[in-house]
């Protein structure tokens, strides 16, 4: 089952129009790196499945403004 893992995520973002880039990672069975939505303003995902492991971790990162940050702690 782990080892079909990286076809079928692969597949299935394919499938969905989703651009798929691979990333070096000694540390993962695969990385990919997804946009989603595929449009040059999509965000873009990590999508890993690290060795000795069997899970899938799907992260993002996202920018907050300083503007953004006063919000929050003021509504904290």
Known sequence: MVDDIEVRVRGW???EGIEVRDRPDPRARFHLL???PPTPHGHVFNVVSPKQRSLLVISSVTQVDAGQQE?????S
Do not use: K
Request: net charge negative; glycine share 0%.
């Open 13 to 15: 973002l394919t499938d």
């Open 34 to 36: 997804v946009r989603y």
């Open 71 to 75: 919000e929050m702690e003021r509504n």
